[in-house]
């Protein structure tokens, strides 16, 4: 069965600390996104890739940077955690050919 | 940029009820409307989707609708089972590729059995 996983289902930190969370897909899939998941809000793209060391702002960038150092591995970064970011994060990806977007089960992020 | 607005927010139902979901997009050049749902502790997944040049389409119990005239499409769920109840997000995008999805609010469905 293909996946998308995030290793983080459950992460509670504090404001000015330093968050990785990690996504891996074992699908050999081009495209990965981040996604950022609040009630009411529906989902939000942050931050997507097209490739391995390529990626593109999303429609909610600020505060959050990217990494895809790998093809089937893509991190979402929080240089500077805010409790603003208190939040459930979705990780996806999707053959660049298709439309269907895997989605792993999320990491919900807690900033105290 | 797209705006895609969704209703209800909670849809509650008796088993076997209908369900219907209606979402309104902004963006004209919108051609692709993915409906995806997600179950509680999972993430979203795809159950119907419909392109700009189709009106209707079904998959069993589900069905997807779309006016462009006044670009709104709806969800339609028959014979509702406990097993619907999650939450059920639209979206729309310009090209079929999916990369720049704009999602709804959500919908979160009760079947009441």
């Known amino acids: 069965d293909v996946k998308v996983t995030q290793s983080s289902r459950y992460l509670v930190k504090r404001t000015g600390e330093k968050v990785f969370l990690e996504c891996v897909q074992d699908?050999?899939?081009?495209?990965m996104f981040w996604y950022r998941q609040d009630p009411g809000l529906g989902l939000r793209l942050i931050y997507f890739s097209y490739d391995v060391k390529m990626k593109e702002k999303g429609d909610i960038p600020e505060g959050y940077s990217v990494s895809r150092e790998k093809k089937e591995r893509f991190s979402l970064i929080l240089e500077s955690a805010s409790t603003n970011q208190t939040s459930m994060y979705l990780c996806?990806?999707?053959?660049?050919?298709?439309?269907?977007?895997?989605f792993g089960a999320g990491s919900r992020l807690t900033v105290l | 940029g797209e705006n895609v607005e969704q209703h209800p927010s909670t849809l509650s139902v008796q088993e076997g009820d209908s369900a219907v979901i209606k979402c309104t997009y902004s963006d004209s050049a919108s051609n692709y409307f993915p409906w995806y749902k997600q179950e509680l502790g999972k993430g979203p997944q795809l159950i119907i989707d419909?392109?700009?040049?189709?009106g209707e389409k079904k998959d069993q119990r589900i069905a997807v609708t779309l006016n462009k005239t006044a670009k709104h499409f709806s969800l339609h769920i028959t014979e509702t089972q406990p097993e619907d109840s999650a939450v059920y997000f639209c979206?729309?995008?310009?090209?079929?590729?999916?990369?720049?999805?704009?999602f709804g609010g959500g919908t979160r469905l009760m079947v009441k059995p």
């Open positions: 419909i392109r700009s040049n189709v």
């Open positions: 996806a990806s999707r053959f660049s050919g298709a439309n269907v977007l895997t």
């Open positions: 699908m050999d899939h081009e495209n």
């Open positions: 979206a729309a995008s310009k090209n079929n590729a999916g990369n720049m999805l704009t």
